[in-house]
């Protein structure tokens, strides 16, 4: 884990220390999942703070951690184990806390700094390793599509869809869902975070699926759009406008090109086929222990003229969404890696037809 390079962050912004306190930001820094703890990173030294019910383990798992037992009110211990610790001037997360918890800070002894996205540009070039873990979560994601494939039909409900994905997800040792399950047929396809119901699933319409499960702290994303009989050709023409934009996007996952360039590639492309107006979201988003992080791929967005580094793993998913008839959105996670983009699926982008 990069714990140098944020301890060098700390010292170069001239802090004592910072304070992380997001379990986003714990889990990254610790690859210790708890509902409650707090990472100290000075620039020379590593701290674990969290209470009772987490102790025994994390002073287990963390060898190379000084962990320390939070006992009664967790911000007056923590404050006091900065005063112990002869630490003065301290970062937080300003973009990560609930004004309560800002106001509580405060102390006589400290001075606090906030600072917003502090891992941001960190977090988002992930190791071999991360990248390795991602792509084996990927794999078990394709492998929940592929039976998906053999056990959706007709007259099931988009609830029973999204159950036997969470199912799967189990039977492969995944942690859970990385987001609720999208599971959208007919018409529901084309409202783009169509929240799954118990609508049954149609004859003769398409079947939107976006899912994703944690593998290891990290999240997969995934989608595809299906058919279940016989399309006609207006569905046919928008997947295959849709297929071409994610491919074009996709060219443009290049080391020095910025990250804008990617979503107008595909936006551009949907645009001269006269779908513009029905491309209402960005082309992607950062992805690795939270579902959406840092950039987003959007022309419009303050991430655009981000350049595209090596280790920088985003989903594109260009989408065309036609109201009250039907929807397709393609995705996958992409990982920059040899100075290009490598797709970590190998679920075909050609359409099934079931």
């Known amino acids: 884990m990069k714990i140098k390079e944020v301890q060098k962050l700390v010292k170069d912004k001239g802090l004592d220390a910072f304070l992380f306190s997001s379990q986003p930001s714990v889990f990254y820094l610790s690859?210790?999942?708890?509902?409650?703890?707090?990472?100290?990173?000075?620039?020379?030294?590593?701290?674990?703070?969290?209470?009772?019910?987490?102790?025994?383990?994390?002073?287990?798992?963390?060898?190379?951690?000084?962990?320390?037992?939070?006992?009664?009110?967790?911000?007056?211990?923590?404050?006091?184990?900065?005063?112990?610790?002869?630490?003065?001037?301290?970062?937080?997360?300003?973009?990560?806390?609930?004004?309560?918890?800002?106001?509580?800070?405060?102390?006589?002894?400290?001075?606090?700094?906030?600072?917003?996205?502090?891992?941001?540009?960190?977090?988002?070039?992930k190791t071999k390793e991360e990248i390795e873990i991602m792509k084996e979560g990927v794999k078990r994601s394709d492998e929940i599509y592929k039976r998906l494939l053999n056990f959706v039909k007709p007259g099931l409900t988009e609830l029973q869809v999204r159950g036997f994905i969470v199912s799967e997800i189990f039977k492969l040792n995944g942690e859970g869902e990385s987001f609720p399950a999208i599971v959208a047929t007919a018409e529901h396809s084309a409202i783009p975070h169509w929240e799954t119901s118990q609508e049954k699933i149609k004859e003769n319409s398409p079947l939107l699926i976006d899912m994703g499960l944690l593998w290891k702290g990290y999240c997969t994303d995934f989608t595809r759009t299906i058919y279940i009989g016989k399309p006609d050709e207006e569905f046919k023409k928008v997947y295959q406008i849709v297929k071409e934009a994610h491919l074009r996007a996709l060219e443009k996952v290049k080391v020095g090109n910025r990250i804008g360039e990617v979503d107008r590639a595909a936006r551009e492309y949907i645009e001269k086929k006269g779908y513009g107006q029905f491309f209402v979201h960005s082309t992607g988003h950062g992805v690795g222990v939270e579902i959406h992080e840092f950039p987003r791929v959007y022309y419009k967005s303050e991430d655009a003229k981000t350049p595209i580094e090596e280790g920088m793993v985003f989903t594109i998913e260009p989408g065309i969404y036609l109201p009250g008839k039907f929807g397709v959105r393609l995705e996958n996670i992409v990982a920059v890696r040899g100075g290009a983009g490598e797709p970590l699926s190998e679920v075909s982008l050609e359409l099934v037809i079931i």
């Open 31 to 125: 690859r210790f999942r708890s509902t409650h703890a707090y990472v100290v990173l000075t620039p020379e030294e590593k701290y674990f703070l969290t209470d009772s019910r987490y102790y025994e383990r994390a002073k287990d798992f963390l060898k190379d951690w000084e962990v320390v037992l939070i006992k009664g009110s967790p911000l007056k211990a923590l404050k006091s184990f900065l005063k112990e610790k002869g630490i003065k001037y301290v970062g937080y997360e300003e973009d990560r806390v609930s004004c309560s918890f800002k106001k509580s800070l405060k102390s006589k002894h400290i001075r606090w700094v906030g600072f917003s996205g502090f891992l941001k540009h960190l977090r988002s070039l």
